[in-house]
């Protein structure tokens, strides 16, 4: 018999795909737990919306009441915490809203999964020693890399530099807080930048293959160089699993996709994979490039030391940057009604950011 995981943010990109992956290719019972922002998509779930494995919840991870009734009704034995604000355009718009979700509603959901895993000591102390509470976080949390060399590693001090990074540092402290002080078998995970299908468009690869395809401007934040490592997001959900499966509670863990690239970089070559792929009738879609002013403490470099989940896990990505991208401009071509209903939905009246 499997597991039963609970994941926040299930409804989300980088959180549908670990869904899908649970359902794939495991023998794990699933609830989704998912507020339905903007962001939030039921459709990037169709493939698995019918399976007996899979449950669906809509509430927010702030609402305690939601959240406690959440755990006595489906009996989790991992929680996986995706659920988060995570545009750093949108931060800095409208601080508040992370702020709330990212540090209030992880406060909220780990008193929650504490009252849930108290009970579990009492009533069935075997379920209590096997319960995990995994945390998914981002590299932002450490700012960004001086020069060309050097690696964020699990160790690496924090010095987050938006209001999107400082909540979600903020976050990883209460997780810690949590496992230090109450004992709470948590681990967390710190990742680089996710690409694939069923990203919301208002991320740099996304925005751009879109824009590209509608003959838009294809904006980029001052001169491009802004470095990133870039990793496949089903790759992601392979590393999370292994995580919340084989990880040593109290661990962090850092998973990046070993590839590092300038947006300016990454711009270029969707460019030419989209001229390689649906040519354009005149010229050529990199003549669309257009150079934006850059965003106010735009971090300049970062890039992962994944070698402790390589050594202690044995995950590797089986995507390369070339594989992946491929693969994700194949996807948005070939699944133009899903991205025209977002844009045509949830996406109006909504700023598009630029942000990598």
Avoid at 155 to 180: E, F, I, M, N
Avoid at 251 to 256: D, L, P, R, V
Avoid at 288 to 299: K, M, Q, S
Wanted: charged fraction near 20%; charge should be negative; glycine fraction near 10%.
């Amino acid at each position: 018999m499997g597991k039963t995981f609970l994941v926040t943010g299930g409804a989300g990109f980088i959180g549908s795909a670990v869904v899908r992956e649970l359902i794939a290719n495991t023998e794990h019972r699933v609830v989704n737990v998912d507020k339905l922002t903007y962001a939030g998509n039921l459709e990037s779930l169709d493939g698995v919306a019918d399976n007996p494995r899979y449950a669906f919840l809509q509430a927010d991870i702030g609402d305690a009441q939601a959240m406690h009734q959440a755990f006595a009704r489906y009996q989790p034995d991992v929680v996986m915490h995706l659920a988060a604000e995570s545009h750093v355009d949108r931060s800095i718009d409208g601080p508040a809203e992370f702020i709330q979700t990212n540090v209030v509603g992880t406060s909220v959901l780990l008193e929650a999964a504490r009252g849930y895993w108290k009970a579990l000591q009492e009533g069935a102390p075997q379920r209590a020693a096997a319960f995990r509470f995994h945390h998914i976080s981002t590299d932002e949390v450490y700012g960004d890399l001086e020069g060309p060399e050097g690696f964020f590693t699990e160790t690496t001090p924090y010095a987050p530099s938006s209001p999107y990074s400082a909540s979600k540092a903020g976050s990883d402290h209460l997780v810690r807080a949590w496992q230090r002080t109450f004992g709470l078998p948590a681990l967390i995970t710190n990742c680089s930048n996710n690409y694939g299908p069923y990203h919301f468009p208002e991320k740099l690869i996304p925005l751009m293959i879109l824009n590209g395809l509608a003959g838009k401007p294809l904006p980029v934040y001052g001169d491009g160089q802004q470095i990133r490592d870039w990793l496949y997001v089903e790759d992601h959900a392979r590393a999370l699993i292994k995580v919340a499966t084989e990880g040593q509670v109290g661990e962090t863990y850092n998973i990046g996709g070993h590839n590092e690239k300038t947006n300016l970089e990454v711009v270029q070559t969707l460019c030419d994979l989209l001229q390689e792929q649906r040519p354009k009738t005149s010229g050529h879609y990199r003549d669309l490039i257009t150079f934006v002013a850059d965003r106010p403490g735009h971090d300049l470099r970062y890039a992962i030391d994944a070698g402790k989940i390589e050594r202690d896990l044995g995950w590797r990505p089986q995507e390369t940057f070339e594989t992946g991208l491929r693969k994700t401009v194949q996807w948005y071509l070939a699944n133009e009604g899903w991205w025209k209903r977002v844009q045509d939905g949830s996406y109006q009246g909504q700023r598009l950011g630029m942000g990598a």
